[in-house]
T-cell receptor, first 114, second 116 residues
Framework: DGGITQSPKYLFRKEGQNVTLSCEQN?????MYWYRQDPGQGLRLIYYSQIVNDFQKGDIAEGYSVSREKKESFPLTVTSAQKNPTAFYLC?????????????FGQGTRLTVV | AQKVTQAQTEISVVEKEDVTLDCVYE???????LFWYKQPPSGELVFLIRRNSFDEQNEISGRYSWNFQKSTSSFNFTITASQVVDSAVYFCALSGDQTGANNLFFGTGTRLTVIP
């Protein structure tokens, strides 16, 4: 089936450790995104990529890093510099980066830092 | 500045009742797009509808309908004859020139609970 796969679904890490969240899509979409969702809040954009080997910071990029070496993959690293990393992380993709194309979302990764 | 307001944090209705979820937006863009997404308990966001700023026609899709009014900057979502499976968090979102490449600016969501 075509779609977006995020893994793992739940992730626990000790404070001060870097952790990488996986996002893979087989929809042949050019654009990919990472959002963060906190309780009672909307989604906030962390990073986005419109094409391979290119990515841009979103509204809350501090403490995060990404790479886009392959079209289908857009991993997100939560670094120790992220002050409050416990959250629900959603990856999305869209056919292009145009404003009128709908985004398709993965099922999310819930990260808990202890 | 972009802003999306979903004033209803939580709504509970009894099955088969109709329910309207409100969405009010602010933007300086002349061309923009409005979206509704559903987030069931499984977590992923499911796309429901996209509407561009030049198309104020209301839309109906089965039990779902959307009312877009530029005069009041609102894009409300109505579910007719609600069902338990409609229980989810619903997000309204805005995309425009100021938000950049398909950057969806989300409201805080409305949690809908349909009671059997």
């Amino acid at each position: 089936d075509g779609g977006i796969t995020q893994s793992p679904k739940y992730l626990f890490r000790k404070e001060g450790q870097n952790v990488t969240l996986s996002c893979e899509q087989n929809l042949n979409h050019d654009a990919m995104y990472w959002y963060r969702q906190d309780p009672g809040q909307g989604l906030r954009l962390i990073y986005y990529s419109q094409i391979v080997n290119d990515f841009q910071k979103g509204d809350i990029a501090e403490g995060y890093s990404v790479s886009r070496e392959k079209k289908e993959s857009f991993p997100l690293t939560v670094t120790s510099a992220q002050k409050n990393p416990t959250a629900f992380y959603l990856c999305a993709s869209s056919l292009t980066g145009s404003q009128n194309t709908e985004a398709f979302f993965g099922q999310g990764t819930r990260l808990t830092v202890v | 500045a972009q802003k999306v307001t979903q004033a209803q944090t939580e709504i509970s209705v009894v099955e088969k009742e109709d329910v309207t979820l409100d969405c009010v937006y602010e933007t300086r863009d002349t061309t923009y797009y409005l979206f509704w997404y559903k987030q069931p308990p499984s977590g992923e966001l499911v796309f429901l509808i996209r509407r561009n700023s030049f198309d104020e026609q209301n839309e109906i899709s089965g039990r779902y309908s959307w009312n877009f009014q530029k005069s009041t900057s609102s894009f409300n979502f109505t579910i007719t004859a609600s069902q338990v499976v409609d229980s989810a968090v619903y997000f309204c979102a805005l995309s425009g020139d100021q938000t950049g490449a398909n950057n969806l600016f989300f409201g805080t969501g409305t949690r809908l609970t349909v009671i059997p």
